[in-house]
Every structure is written in C-alpha cells, then in structure tokens.
C-alpha cells in the first residue's frame, strides 16, 4: 500500500513557487514537495535563478513513467533536453557543470571543493540517517541516544567544516553545497523541537545562528510549504509507521543505497 500524501501539492510559499514554474521548460524538475531530498536541489534550482518546470510526483506510487526517469522511483530526478538523472546529490554537481553561471554553489578551488565534498559525504552518511534514527525512536530511552547522536554528528559538522570566524555561512561568506545539502534538514528542525525537544542550541549557539540564517535565506524559504503540512507528513515517522524506503531501511538498522 503506498504511501498518500497529504496534501498532494506544495503549500504556502512553496506553492507560489510551484506556481511561477509551471510552464513546460526543457529542464524538468520531477519533484515531491515534503521531500527533504527534493529541496536540496529545489534550493539549488532558485539560488542560481534558473528557468525550470516543476513536476509534482508521488513516488510512493511508482508510476511506469517515473520508474523510466528513475529506475530506483525516488524523487528528485531531473530531465534536461529529454534525458534524465536522479539522486539529489548528482543532481547538485549536474547543475553546477550544466549551469556555471550566474553563479556555482560549488567552490571552484579544489582543496577547498574536496573539504566541501567531505562535509558532504558526513552528512549523508552520518547527519541524515542520525536525523531519521532519531524521529523513528519510541522508547524514550532511544529517543535519548537518538538526540545525543543527531546532536554529535552536527556538532562534527561544525567542528570540522565550519570556518568559523564570524563567517555567516559553513565555508564563509557563500550560501554554498554545504548549506543546500543539509538546509533541508534544518527546515525540519521545528518538527523535531515538537516531538523530540530537539533545539538547534543543543549543538551550540553559533550552530543554532547559522540554522536561523538557512531558514531566512530566500530559496529555503520559497521552496518550505506551511509547517502544519509537514506536521502530517511526517507523523508518520515520528509514530514510526511510515513505509517510505528511507522509513523502512532505518527500521532495519540499514541506510539507503
Ligand atoms: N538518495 C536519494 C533519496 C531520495 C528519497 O528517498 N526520496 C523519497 C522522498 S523524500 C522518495 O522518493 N521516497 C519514495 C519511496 O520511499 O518509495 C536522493 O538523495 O535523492
């Protein structure tokens, strides 16, 4: 049984974003508007000002005609002239490489790219599944491993990529991959004080600036629907009955491939 979705469509600012990119558009942006995946790229979308169409997708629906965008049928997927790529973070370095200009959220100097693509690679691998241990847990007892370990895998994320120095973004004084990769999680961050007691100050008060500077930004803000819309989504996962692939892989212990 498929997972629904309520509400079926982005609302809120979101919407009106949906809204200004309806038009057909040789760069397809196939989309779920909950998706913290999606709005990795959605933020990567609107920051570099592109033209695109948006394409609302259930995924849980694993429609034939999304499976040949995306065999895995996850969203996001892009299709750009007709052909098409998936995975939020090939997604990112694809619109670096396609879209240089007007600007690149990738730094060009490659020691700094690596360290980047380092912050990166922890994110995924140790921020995003800590993030979903931590909303699945029910026994209290969990939970609280749950929050220790969230929190430690931030605090990692700063202690070894953020510049520091009064700089008000990860890498200085560019929104950058660091920002789109982890923003999106940040957006939830206000889920997690609801039904976790989960602050953004647990990791430290320069954290906690930084997360208020992601959630202000434009393109954070014109691609989040209402909070209330994202309080049903995900009371699923925080009752931890949801049956999303990510949902059921963290119920095995397992991350995503
Ligand atoms: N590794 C993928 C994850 C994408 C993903 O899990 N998307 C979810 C929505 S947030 C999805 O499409 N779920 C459908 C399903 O689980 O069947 C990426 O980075 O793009």
């Not at 508007?33 to 995924?59: D, H, M, S, T």
């Not at 240089?100 to 959220?105: E, G, K, T």
């Not at 976790?196 to 930004?217: I, K, N, P, T, Y």
Request: glycine share 6%; hydrophobic share 40%.
């Amino acid at each position: 049984m498929p997972d629904k979705i309520d509400p079926p469509h982005a609302t809120g600012a979101a919407e009106d974003t949906v809204k200004k990119h309806s038009q057909p558009h040789d760069l397809v942006f196939h989309a779920g508007w909950f998706c913290p995946f999606v709005q990795r790229v959605w933020i990567a979308l609107e920051e570099k000002g592109l033209k695109y169409e948006y394409r609302e997708v259930n995924p849980y629906q694993k429609e034939p005609h999304f499976l040949a965008i995306n065999p895995k049928g996850l969203v996001p997927a892009l299709e750009h002239h007709d052909k098409a790529l998936y995975e939020s973070l090939v997604l990112l370095e694809y619109l670096d490489d396609a879209f240089p200009s007007p600007r690149s959220l990738r730094p060009t100097d490659p020691h700094e790219l690596g360290l980047v693509r380092l912050a990166v690679q922890h994110i995924s691998n140790v921020v995003v599944p800590a993030f979903y241990r931590y909303v699945q847990a029910q026994e209290p007892e969990k939970q609280r491993d749950g929050h220790d370990a969230f929190v430690a895998a931030l605090r990692d994320v700063q202690a070894q990529w953020f510049v520091g120095e009064g700089a008000p973004w990860a890498r200085g004084d560019h929104f950058g991959w660091v920002e789109a990769v982890l923003g999106p999680w940040v957006a939830r961050f206000a889920l997690l004080e609801q039904h976790r007691g989960f602050s953004a100050s647990d990791v430290g008060d320069e954290f906690a600036m930084w997360a208020q500077r992601v959630l202000e930004r434009p393109s954070v803000k014109a691609t989040s629907s209402l909070p209330e819309n994202y309080e049903s989504v995900y009371r699923r996962y925080f009752e931890d009955t949801a049956e999303s692939e990510v949902a059921k892989a963290t119920r095995k212990g397992e991350w995503l491939k």
